[in-house]
């Protein structure tokens, strides 16, 4: 190989974005039964082939566009060539564009999201010798030529919450605003760690929680953020896709603030739409294209163990927020350093962050039924 990288998340930090430091990811308990070591690639760098099938729509200014900026990262740290497929919102189509990316013999394929986790459960059976990664996937059933790697999404939600508690204690507020695309396990881990985030800052600020019921419908996400800035609050974190720019311009619209998701949504607005930009204070990230570099450098030296999943937070820097000039602007000195404190008990393993995957339906609507008003 003609680029042999050694680092680990090396390019962790983003434009905007300033995360924890990096270590070796930490193995989720619940192991698979199925593991299989991959293979190190002898060739040259260039002739590797992997492809992403984005299971959505770029133009979200948020998950999908971070999933296609990995396509460029891994070209141009790695010194591949990366193709795509934009599948869209439909996924009755996401089983086609895996066939069509596994017949083209690519030597990986990526993806993100549990969007098509049942075309990628079916397709990985049917091409056990196809080697898939998904960047952001929640899947316990793993294939033995699979690999999961799975964010901490409620770490990131919970340095939100305290951003957002902070900010509503400064301005004199007493709840704070959440909207979801959709009410589904991954996005209520955001809303519970936003949650905790918050309670952690004032344990009587209450949290009014809404979803869109789609991550691509604006105008919902837009109506659902008017009625809670116009209910008397003042910031709402937006974990809602696509639809979250409808939160982002009803934010503009009433003056009020917005916390975004997965990119660092002022860093990618702040040229094309400033006056959305200027009313972000932060955003919760996922270092996706940092994640794919860090993980496919792994998967062509034939480190990667497939059938398992593994767990990557702010101790690995794969999920931070935004620490950029809007951040610094919008939020003190003193609340800053408030997070900071935070950040390095959770690195330091100090915060115990509920992990939602083993709540019950009913612990999940009581911790939402606690923080409402």
Same mark, same amino acid.
């Given at each position: ?20 430091? *990096? ?78 990316? *596994? ?271």
């Amino acid at each position: 190989m003609k680029k042999r990288l050694t680092m680990l998340f090396a390019v962790c930090l983003t434009a905007g974005a300033v995360l924890a430091g *990096c270590a070796a990811p930490e193995q989720e308990e619940k192991e698979s039964n199925v593991e299989t070591q991959g293979e190190e690639f002898e060739g040259e760098a260039e002739d590797y082939k992997a492809a992403m099938m984005i299971p959505g729509s770029l133009g979200d200014k948020s998950f999908f566009d971070a999933a296609f900026e990995a396509v460029g990262l891994l070209e141009q740290k790695l010194g591949l060539q990366v193709d795509y497929v934009e599948a869209g919102s439909d996924s009755s189509k996401y089983y086609s564009a895996y066939v069509d990316l *596994c017949e083209k013999g690519y030597d990986l394929i990526l993806t993100v999201s549990s969007n098509g986790d049942d075309a990628l459960v079916q397709v990985a059976e049917e091409f056990p010798d196809q080697k898939f990664i998904n960047l952001d996937g929640e899947l316990e059933d793993i294939s033995s030529n699979l690999y999961i790697m799975a964010p901490r999404n409620n770490e990131m939600s919970y340095l939100a919450g305290t951003v957002a508690a902070l900010k509503a204690k400064e301005l004199g507020d007493t709840k704070v605003g959440f909207v979801g695309g959709m009410d589904i396990p991954g996005i209520n881990e955001f809303l519970v760690g936003y949650i905790e985030g918050v309670q952690a800052v004032d344990p009587e600020m209450k949290v009014v929680a809404s979803y869109v019921g789609s991550f691509t419908d604006t105008a919902k996400g837009k109506e659902n953020a008017l009625l809670l800035y116009d209910s008397g609050i003042s910031i709402v974190f937006a974990a809602a896709g696509q639809s979250g720019l409808g939160v982002i311009d009803a934010a503009v619209q009433k003056e009020k603030l917005v916390i975004g998701v997965d990119s660092d949504q002022a860093e990618a607005l702040k040229k094309s739409q400033p006056e959305m930009a200027e009313v972000i204070i932060t955003s919760a990230i996922k270092n996706i294209p940092q994640e794919a570099v860090y993980i496919v450098e792994k998967a062509m030296q034939g480190e990667i163990t497939y059938g398992k999943k593994e767990l990557y937070g702010v101790k690995e820097g794969a999920v931070g927020i935004a620490e950029n000039e809007f951040y610094e602007k919008l939020l003190s000195e003193d609340d800053r350093n408030n997070v900071e404190e935070i950040k390095t008990k959770i690195i330091n393993g100090e915060l115990e962050i509920t992990d939602t995957s083993v709540l019950t339906p009913e612990e999940l609507e009581e911790i939402r039924t606690n923080a409402r008003p």
